[in-house]
């Protein structure tokens, strides 16, 4: 499979705990992505990388939650101290080069927060 | 006022029949326009992918950008019920960050 995989599918996790997803994208795409997908609203973007290389944040990204992409392949996204507020649907993208709008997602990690 | 409305939906049809999904924007900016297909519990799924006004057809579907109105829309014609899912359009412009409706959901019944 030469998609976007995402690891883990699901986290079930307590309040307070710390959660860390993550996302290989499709090899040669030097653009990564991160949005947050909530019930019946479509996704809304959090973050992207350009190579290793962070380069926008949303203001949706609170001081809790960090990206890295070290070396510019795969990409993890912690929460710390989950909140039942980022129980939600993680999607990651990546694009290739000029065309970065055209994005490829993955499956998604679905995350509750009891 | 959202950068981008779509139409609520839900939106129930016949097998057969032909679907137009619509959004409006407000952003001038925007300069690109998808369109995903997102089953449920699945990640949205890249069905086209426009940067000009007009038409764009592939296979069934059929995108159409009107620049000067702010208006995309998607067609499929034949509509079959493995069609059923979330579509939603999305926009983008040289920051390469997403802008999504929020989807409207499609029953096509056999």
């Known amino acids: 499979d030469t998609g976007v995989s995402q690891n883990p599918r699901h986290k079930i996790t307590k309040r307070g705990q710390n959660v860390t997803f993550r996302c290989d994208p499709i090899s040669e795409h030097n653009r990564l992505y991160w949005y947050r997908q909530t019930l019946g609203q479509g996704p809304e973007f959090l973050t992207y990388?350009?190579?290793?290389?962070?380069?926008?944040k949303s203001r949706l990204l609170s001081d809790r939650f960090s990206a890295e992409r070290p070396k510019g392949s795969f990409s993890t996204l912690e929460i710390q101290r989950t909140e039942q507020g980022d129980s939600a649907m993680y999607l990651c993208?990546?694009?290739?080069?000029?065309?970065?709008?055209?994005?490829?997602f993955g499956p998604g990690t679905r995350l509750t927060v009891l | 006022q959202k950068e981008v409305e779509q139409d609520p939906g839900p939106l129930s049809v016949p097998e057969g029949a032909i679907v137009s999904l619509n959004c409006t924007y407000s952003n001038s900016a925007f300069q690109y326009f998808m369109w995903y297909r997102q089953y449920s519990r699945k990640g949205p799924e890249l069905l086209m992918y426009t940067y000009s006004s007009g038409n764009k057809e592939d296979g069934r579907f059929t995108a159409q950008v009107d620049k000067s109105s702010k208006y995309i829309s998607l067609f499929i014609r034949d509509s079959q019920p493995s069609d059923s899912a979330t579509y939603l359009c999305?926009?983008?412009?040289?920051?390469?960050?997403?802008?999504f409706g929020k989807g409207t959901l499609l029953t096509v019944n056999p």
């Open positions: 993208a990546s694009s290739l080069g000029v065309k970065g709008n055209e994005q490829f």
């Open positions: 990388f350009q190579n290793e290389a962070q380069l926008e």
């Open positions: 999305a926009m983008g412009g040289s920051n390469y960050k997403l802008t």
